[in-house]
Every structure is written in C-alpha cells, then in structure tokens.
C-alpha cells in the first residue's frame, strides 16, 4: 500500500452548491475523522452528517455541517482506503476544509492524475480504461461520450491484451526450440507460426488505418468551398445559428480562414469558411486566402462546395441523365473525394426550373442540396445532409476499440516491426553472431509483448505512467 495519503477537492473550482474532496491513502479514514468524527461509528459506503471541524481538540472550530463518506481498501475507487467529504462549494468553505486536510498527518496534496493512477497501480483498472476516464470527463458530444464509456469498459483494453496473448502464444512456441535445440529448425519452420506472424501484421495494420476513434475523440473538419460570393460564409452563419462569418455583396469578403466549432448528430465538428476560388487574380492577399482555402479542403474529412444555382450549365434548359447539368465553376482536382464531398447549389429559390439531385465532378456523382440559405429551414436540412457524411467519416462502429491516442498506435508499430522482424528470420532462417535463430526471434517477439503491454500497463515503465497521467487534472 503507498505510504502517502492525499488529498484534493474532486469536484471542479469555483463557487457552487456542494463541493467534494477526496482522500486517498492508508491515514485517509483517521484524517476524516478527525475532521468529521461522525465517519468514525459509520460503515463503510454509508453516508453520514456532521460537523466538519479544522481539528480534534475539543475547542477546534467547526468549518461546515457536511456528508461524510468512507471506502475500505480495496473496494474502493484507488483500492486504497478512500474518504470523501461533501461540502458546501462556497471557496473560503472549501479551502478551509482543504486545509484542514492537509494538517493532518501523512497527508499531502495529490499530484495531476494521481487517484487515478493509484487505481491503475492497484490493479482497479488498466491505463486504457485511465484514459477513457480521462476522455469521458472531457467529453462534449455523445459520440464522445459513447467512446470514452467503452473504452473505461474496458474494450479497448481487452483489444490489446488479446494481442499480447497471441504474441506470447507465439513466443511459447519459440521458445519450445530454445529447450530443444534439436527441434529448433522444425519449429520455427512450422505453418503456424508463420501464421500467426502474419495474422497479427495483417490485424495491426488494419488498426493503424482505423480513423474513426481520433476522429471521434478530437472532431471532425468540415471545410465549405467555392466560388467568390456563392453564399458561402452565409452557409456557415447558417449552421452555427449566428452570424459568425461577415457577408457582403463585395466579391472576396472573405480573405482567411474563419473557424467555429459545432456539434452535429452527435459529433464535435470544426467547420472552416475560406476565401473564394478563382482562376485569376492579382491580389496578393486573395492569392494567399485561396492557398489556403486549398490546403483547408485537401486535408478536410468533409468538403462543402458551394455554387450559385443560377450558374449551372445546362442543356436546353432542361435537366435529364441524358443532358446533365454540370458546374459553371467546379472545384479544382483533388479538393473533392468520394464518400465526403456535398454540393449546395445556393440561391435555389431564384430558379425556376427543377434542380438535379446529383453533379458529376472529377467523373464522380456527388449528392446535390439546394437551398435558399436564407430561409429559415436552411440549417435543419443542411444537418440532414451533413448527416450521413459526418457519420461515415467518424464510423458508425458503435462496438469498435478504436486507437484513440497516439501513444497506441505508437505502441503498435512498435510490435508491429518487431514481429515482422521476427517473421523474416523465421522464413530466411538468418542468425548471427554465434545465436541461433530461435534466440533471435524470441527476443524479437518478447520486445513485441512489451510494446503492446505498455498500452495496457501490463509491461510498462515509470516513464510511461508519467505521460499518461501529465494530461489529468488534480482530484481525478
């Protein structure tokens, strides 16, 4: 058990109803009843009322009228003994009672993240789950929130422990010719290992592609393209339901990225307004707005192109599969893809002919939404046709133990070279210096295990926690 006892106020600063410090450590139940010697009759998880004094000394000032609380070790959050304190929030209330704490024996204050790490140390939970705490606090959407109380569940753990398995099976294996080296050659040339080899690349590389739980975790960006004055920032003052972006009958009102973060069916979304694009122009300003206007919508995971209705190209007059209608001014190559590009064709209300529900670009059909963006019921049918291309860029996937962070994907290219290593000795069948290949190769796959134990906790360093838990806040 530590020897250390800490404590920090668990609930987030500022002035509110009740505020809750917690104590952590095995002087946690002495020190809070010391401050509240209701808590030393109680049980344990039973809530008490009391005086909360600054001290046991029978003239010690009473501080607040509070619930007390206790939690034997290990059936506690940290599998510590745990104490937690329910006052009211006021700040003189809650830093006297801190400070109270604080002079009690064997009791500092905790460091960023250190409850949670406790938890971590004590086997409560593994650093996966950490994280998804870390991330559920965090969260401001539902996808968010939904990820992050999966990964505190524990899938994203189970994820890399069932590798780690199949890397130790593996190593089993190897190791078998290391106690019989008259058995080595067959071993290491058995199917099956060569298998499991490549069953494990196959999968890690499938994992480092997923996009869906950084997308998730960190938001998605939508980037709204096209020409100068074809209602783009009114599109964007549209869907934030304020006027964010300047509109203006002037041509290039717009010169640099304009910004708002909004939350869509559930995800968080950064949407970027950007300078028009047009062939030409001799505004060195303009020249670098459209730059970057470019740059925005190659790396966007969607893409709005906006065009004025009354500029499509049309046969006849009329709109047919056989006389398709096409863009007067389409988006350069490459700023649109397939699965992430929508075309809003502004102004719809000024023509009076049907509009097409598809527009071939770069030879690819792309979804068609018109609309008079000044009307009120814009926005809602622009959220409905953002919709599908919002979820299928962050996956719908419910169930997934999506890499969220880059420290996992670090963690498995880290087994994943490894492991390939270790398959190429097996299949060339190369040694050196004296060691056999089996040597070789089982070393290869126990570096392999470390890696992706380390995300886990199982085979980590002191060097590991501490990146883990920097990014926590004091009192979790």
Not at 25 to 36: D, E, I, K, S, T
Not at 278 to 284: F, G, I, L, N, V
Not at 306 to 322: E, H, I, P, Q, Y
Request: hydrophobic share 45%; with cysteine.
């Amino acid at each position: 058990m530590t020897a250390v006892t800490i404590v920090a106020i668990a609930t987030p600063p500022g002035v509110g109803g009740v505020a809750v410090l917690r104590l952590s450590g095995p002087n946690a139940r002495l020190a809070g009843v010391a401050l509240c010697p209701k808590l030393l009759e109680a049980p344990p998880r039973r809530l008490v009322w009391g005086a909360l004094r600054n001290g046991t000394e029978a003239d010690s000032e009473v501080i607040d009228d509070a619930l007390a609380v206790w939690f034997a070790g290990p059936a506690s959050f940290t599998g510590e003994d745990v104490v937690e304190l329910h006052c009211h929030g006021g700040r003189a209330v809650v830093a006297a009672v801190l400070q109270a704490a604080l002079a009690q024996p064997g009791v500092r204050m905790a460091e960023r993240g250190e409850f949670t790490r406790r938890a971590v140390e004590h086997g409560k939970m593994d650093l996966t789950a950490a994280e998804g705490l870390a991330d559920l606090i965090e969260a401001e959407t539902e996808a968010q929130r939904r990820q992050a109380l999966r990964q505190l569940g524990g899938v994203l753990g189970e994820r890399f422990e069932s590798w780690r398995h199949r890397v130790l099976a593996l190593l089993a294996q190897v190791e078998a010719g290391l106690d019989f080296p008259d058995e080595e050659l067959e071993i290491l040339s058995d199917a099956k290992l060569a298998e499991g080899m490549r069953g494990l690349l196959t999968d890690w590389d499938s994992a480092l592609q997923e996009e869906a739980g950084r997308k998730v975790r960190e938001g998605l960006s939508l980037a709204i393209l096209g020409a100068p004055n074809a209602g783009k920032s009114t599109l964007l003052n549209a869907l934030s339901g304020r006027e964010v972006a300047i509109v203006a009958a002037t041509a290039g009102t717009t010169r640099d990225v304009v910004r708002q973060m909004l939350e869509l069916v559930g995800y968080r979304l950064e949407v970027a307004d950007t300078a028009g694009l047009r062939d030409q122009t001799t505004d060195a300003i303009e020249q670098e707005g459209m730059k970057r206007a470019k740059k925005v919508g190659q790396n966007a995971d969607v893409v709005l192109w906006v065009a004025d209705a009354r500029t499509l190209v049309m046969k006849g007059g009329l709109f047919s599969k056989a006389a398709p209608a096409t863009l007067a001014e389409p988006p350069p190559p490459g700023l649109m893809a397939e699965g992430r590009g929508l075309v809003v064709l502004s102004h719809a209300d000024l023509v009076k002919h049907d509009l097409p529900k598809t527009l071939l670009v770069d030879g690819l059909d792309y979804p068609v939404l018109a609309l008079n963006l000044q009307d009120k019921g814009a926005a809602r049918r622009l959220q409905a046709g953002l919709a599908p291309l919002v979820q299928a860029q962050a996956g719908l996937a419910e169930g997934a133990a999506w890499l969220t962070r880059e420290r996992h994907q670090q963690a498995v290219r880290a087994a994943s070279a490894k492991v390939a290593e270790a398959l190429r000795l097996c299949l060339r069948g190369a040694g050196g210096q004296g060691d056999s290949v089996a040597e070789l190769v089982a070393q290869e796959l126990r570096e392999a295990a470390a890696a992706i134990g380390s995300v886990t906790g199982r085979t980590t360093s002191e060097d590991v926690l501490d990146v883990v838990f920097s990014t926590f806040c004091i009192g979790k």
